[in-house]
C-alpha cells in the first residue's frame, strides 16, 4: 500500500483519481482548497475508503508547507505525488487580463513545484517515490484561444521533463498524464461561448468542446486509471496520453509544419470547421435555430 498525495480532489479527475486509488487499496491524502463544496468525504464514508481530505490551496506556500508537513508528520513519507490541481484560462491574449496569465501560471506552474519541493527531498533520500503530474495535450500543442492555459502545461511539461532527469539517479519516478478533452467541468465551461470577440477561435473552440462533450464524452475515471497504472506498474516512461483523442490531437498538430499550424489557426470559419470535420469526424458548427 502507498501513501498517496493527490491536489485538486473536489470534482473531476481529481476526485476520481483519489477513488481509484483508494479502491485500490492505497492510503490517499486528497487536499482541496474547500472541502464543504465536494462530496467526497460522504463517498469515501459511505465506502469505507482509506481517504483523509485536508485543505490545501497550491497557489499559497504556507497552506503547501504546513499542509504536507502536517501529513507527513502523522503519517510518515509521501510516497507518490499526484498535481491535479489546475484552472483553465479561455481568451484571445489581447483581451485577457495580465492577472489572468499569472492567476493560470501560479496555480497550474508554481502550484506543482511547491508540492514537489515539499516532497522531493524525501523521496530522494529514501530513493523510491513517483510524481504523476497532470497536464494536457495542451501542453504539446498551442492554438488560440487557449494560449494562456496551453502556456502554463507547456512550463509544467518542461519542469516535468527537467526533473525526471534529476531525479531518475535517486530512483524516483516522474511521469506527466497528457489528457484530450475530458467530460468535467473545466470543459464544460470552454465549451460555454464566451463574449462578443473579434477573434473568431473563441466561438470555433467552444464549439469544438461542447460537441466533443456532447457526442464524444469521455468521462474522467480514464484519466484516474491510468495515473493508478503508471504508480503500480513501475514505468519509467515520461508522457502518456490519456483519452480516444489525445494522441489524434497530437499527431494532427505534428502532421503540419509550424507556418501551416498558424494558418490553420487563422483561417476563416468555414475552412476550420470543415478541416475538424474531415480529421475528427466531428461537426462543430454552430447550430442555428430555425425562425418561427
Avoid at 62 to 83: F, M, Q
Avoid at 99 to 118: D, H, K, L, P, V
Wanted: aromatic share 6%; proline share 5%; charged share 20%.
Amino acid at each position: 500500500m502507498s501513501k498517496v498525495l493527490i491536489t485538486g480532489t473536489s470534482k473531476g479527475i481529481g476526485y476520481e483519481t483519489a477513488l481509484m486509488f483508494a479502491r485500490a487499496g492505497h492510503q490517499v491524502f486528497a487536499t482541496m482548497r474547500n472541502p464543504s463544496q465536494s462530496d467526497l468525504g460522504e463517498v469515501a464514508a459511505r465506502e469505507k475508503l482509506p481517504i483523509a481530505i485536508s485543505v490545501m490551496d497550491v497557489d499559497s506556500d504556507e497552506s503547501v508547507r504546513n499542509g504536507i508537513a502536517r501529513i507527513t508528520a502523522e503519517h510518515g513519507a509521501i510516497d507518490v505525488l499526484v498535481n491535479n490541481a489546475g484552472v483553465e484560462a479561455f481568451g484571445a491574449v489581447e483581451e485577457l487580463p495580465l492577472a489572468t496569465f499569472r492567476t493560470t501560471m501560479e496555480t497550474n506552474y508554481f502550484g506543482c513545484i511547491r508540492t514537489i519541493q515539499a516532497v522531493v527531498g524525501q523521496m530522494r533520500e529514501r530513493r523510491s517515490g513517483c510524481i504523476v503530474n497532470i497536464s494536457s495535450v495542451a501542453g504539446r500543442l498551442a492554438s488560440p484561444p487557449l494560449t494562456p492555459y496551453m502556456a502554463s502545461k507547456w512550463a509544467l511539461e518542461a519542469l516535468s521533463e527537467g526533473l525526471a532527469g534529476e531525479l531518475k539517479s535517486f530512483s524516483v519516478r516522474v511521469a506527466i498524464v497528457e489528457p484530450g478533452i475530458i467530460d468535467t467541468s473545466m470543459a464544460r465551461r470552454i465549451g460555454i461561448p464566451q463574449d462578443e470577440s473579434p477573434y473568431r477561435q473563441t466561438e470555433r473552440f467552444a464549439n469544438l468542446f461542447a460537441t466533443s462533450v456532447q457526442q464524444n464524452p469521455v468521462p474522467p475515471t480514464i484519466v484516474a486509471q491510468k495515473v493508478l497504472e503508471i504508480v503500480e506498474s513501475g514505468t519509467w516512461q515520461l508522457r502518456h496520453p490519456v483519452g480516444p483523442d489525445a494522441a489524434p490531437f497530437l499527431g494532427w498538430r505534428n502532421s503540419m509544419t509550424d507556418e501551416q499550424w498558424a494558418d490553420l489557426n487563422a483561417s476563416d470559419d468555414e475552412v476550420w470547421y470543415d478541416r475538424i470535420l474531415r480529421d475528427f469526424g466531428l461537426d462543430t458548427r454552430p447550430k442555428t435555430v430555425a425562425a418561427d
